[in-house]
């Protein structure tokens, strides 16, 4: 487990319920890309953030930036409580969530979700797994 996996997965709840809204990065609206972003920030957490996108993300300005914050990426066997999850949306690559693990062993990802309109906590069952592309850690606080 990294560092602060537990503030990470509670953070992201606090985001539970808040509307979806392009391009957002707080509490009156945020988007896929924004919910690891706001985690970081409340969490003093290396940040990145890049508003110079459309509905549908440049991915590979989207892996520089991952990069670039010194987040790291993981191999999916290890996907761990706090990772960020990148997956499959419309045929491509370009959607984010939180990863969470309940203690009775329930996976869960908490993402915001354009079709719901808002920031929700998924069952990841056998078909979202399918659609997940890459695991990204975020950096250790401090670094």
Not at 15 to 42: N, S, T
Not at 65 to 94: I, Y
């Amino acid at each position: 487990m990294h560092t602060r996996s537990d503030d990470i997965v509670a953070c992201a709840h606090t985001l539970i319920g808040v509307r979806f809204f392009h391009r957002g990065r707080d509490l009156r609206g945020i988007d896929c890309v924004g919910v690891p972003i706001y985690i970081a920030r409340e969490l003093g957490i290396k940040t990145w953030d890049t508003v110079s996108y459309s509905q549908r993300p440049n991915v590979p300005e989207f892996m520089r930036l991952l990069r670039d914050s010194g987040s790291t990426l993981v191999p999916f066997k290890e996907v761990a409580h706090g990772d960020m999850l990148r997956m499959m949306s419309s045929r491509q690559p370009v959607h984010i969530g939180i990863y969470e693990m309940t203690p009775s062993g329930q996976a869960y990802v908490i993402h915001a979700f354009q079709p719901f309109k808002k920031v929700v906590r998924s069952p990841l069952t056998p078909q979202e797994w399918q659609k997940i592309q890459s695991v990204w850690r975020f950096p250790d606080v401090g670094s």
